[in-house]
């Protein structure tokens, strides 16, 4: 089945950019979301379709999507951005079709 | 709004079985498939499975088939998972989703429930 690689953890100070890398085979041909889940709290959506924005998320949230990895951006970094990102796409060609990346742990300095 | 209201938390002991739900409301509930996730402790989100409620159409991840069973009553827009004799493996957070399809080569969960606890021990 399709593997998605992300790094345990990401270290960023407030106000500088995080990026969170999720890799997988030629994941540059599928389409990317990305999730955010705080401590105790249910996954959200903060990106979906590689670079779109749910309504509600701020615009300090990008992604892109190339290659062998996309990747998820945070710009003037918040200590509220302090939470676990997950990446997750869509294998056509898997019995196990929804997948998700092994997550990161973005942690504000 | 958009809701995914779940059951609240369940401790049972192994051997046992059980139900839990997701009610959804805000949306037309046949339109929208609905996904189970679990999260095992400090670990992360795997999917279970996905039913249609439209007509209880449901796809099993090959880890779960044959242990759960997802099923829906779309006349109270709820969506079920079930077990008939519970592990204490199966301790964990399950977390119910919805699916937007709009592209269907690339769906996504748009909403997600709060969560349901179910703690597995003798």
């Known amino acids: 089945s399709y593997v998605l690689t992300q790094p345990l953890s990401v270290s960023v100070a407030p106000g500088k950019t995080a990026s969170i890398t999720c890799g997988g085979n030629?994941?540059?041909?599928?389409?990317v979301h990305w999730y955010r889940q705080k401590p105790g709290q249910a996954p959200v959506l903060v990106i979906y379709y590689d670079t779109d924005r749910p309504s509600g998320i701020p615009d300090r949230f990008s992604g892109s999507n190339s290659g062998n990895t996309a990747t998820l951006t945070i710009s003037r970094v918040e200590a509220g951005d302090e939470a676990d990102y997950y990446c997750q796409v869509w294998d056509s060609s898997s019995d196990h079709p929804y997948v998700f990346g092994t997550g990161t742990k973005v942690t504000v300095l | 709004e958009v809701q995914l209201v779940q059951s609240g938390a369940e401790v049972n002991k192994p051997g046992e079985s059980l139900r839990i739900s997701c009610k959804g409301s805000?949306?037309?509930?046949?339109?929208?498939?609905i996904t189970w996730v679990r999260q095992m402790p400090g670990k992360g989100l795997e999917w279970m499975g996905t039913i249609d409620p439209s007509d209880s159409y449901t796809n099993y991840s090959p880890s779960f088939e044959g242990h759960v069973t997802i099923s829906a009553d779309k006349s109270i827009s709820t969506v079920y998972l079930q077990w008939s004799s519970l592990k204490a493996s199966d301790t964990a957070m399950y977390y119910c989703a919805r699916l937007d399809r709009v592209m269907i080569t690339s769906p996504f969960f748009d909403h997600w429930g709060q969560g349901t606890l179910v703690t597995v021990s003798s």
């Open positions: 805000g949306h037309s509930f046949i339109n929208y498939w």
């Open positions: 030629n994941i540059g041909s599928k389409s």
